[in-house]
């Protein structure tokens, strides 16, 4: 599944996405677990979001192949 990225997720990737392997049912939960172990860097940031379909998603969310899923990083603003 392709996985939209921004700001410093995109510099970690090295892209604006990724892609993970999808399997029947997965959570939210799961998808951070997967990006985790593939890019270690991302524990080092004091947060990290998942959208899907335009909406913070919370851990327990079941994800759709066809969903729209973005990595959110750590924003700042002033």
């Given at each position: 599944?392709?996985?939209l990225t921004f700001g410093i997720a995109k510099?970690?990737?090295g892209g604006p996405e990724m892609d993970i392997p999808y399997s029947e049912g997965?959570?939210?939960l799961a998808l951070k677990k997967?990006?985790?172990k593939n890019y270690p860097q991302f524990e080092k940031l004091n947060s990290l979001a998942i959208a899907?379909?335009?909406e913070y998603?919370?851990?327990d969310l079941q994800i759709r192949p066809t969903d729209e899923v973005v990595l959110i990083?750590?924003?700042s603003g002033g």
């Open positions: 599944m392709k996985v510099d970690i990737v997965m959570s939210v997967a990006v985790l899907v379909n335009n998603a919370d851990d990083p750590p924003v």
